[in-house]
């Protein structure tokens, strides 16, 4: 199974930028799909996941209204567009999978991971 990010990237604050996750070696459809992210001296944070069903969608109170996910079934691949950066939101940004039919034990209980892409937002 494979995962990887793309779409990172040094921008200014009030702009956007779309990252894109390819997902190879698993059937896409049965998977939950999520995006966290882990600031500098910070912990790993959620940030969106959207179900497998492609309409259920969670997102972080810090990203709502400006953050979307989605995801493309034929294509294998999900994206998060991120509208309106600010310096805040610089991360390290992960995406990451879980088998729809799996309850999660912790927010951050996925089964795989992707290996990140930066996001620097400067003000």
């Known amino acids: 199974v494979q995962l990887q990010a793309s779409g990172g990237g040094l921008v200014q604050a009030g702009d956007s930028l779309r990252l894109s996750c390819a997902v190879s070696?698993?059937?896409?459809?049965?998977?939950?799909m999520a995006w966290f992210r882990q600031a500098p001296g910070k912990e790993r944070a959620f940030v969106a996941t959207i179900h497998s069903n492609g309409r259920t969608t969670y997102y972080a109170d810090s990203v709502k209204g400006r953050f979307t996910i989605s995801r493309d079934n034929a294509e294998k691949t999900f994206y998060l567009q991120m509208n309106s950066l600010k310096p805040e939101d610089t991360a390290v940004y992960y995406c990451a999978l879980r088998h729809r039919l799996r309850l999660p034990t912790t927010t951050g209980d996925y089964d795989y991971w992707g290996q990140g892409t930066q996001v620097t937002v400067s003000s």
């Open positions: 070696g698993l059937n896409f459809r049965n998977y939950v």
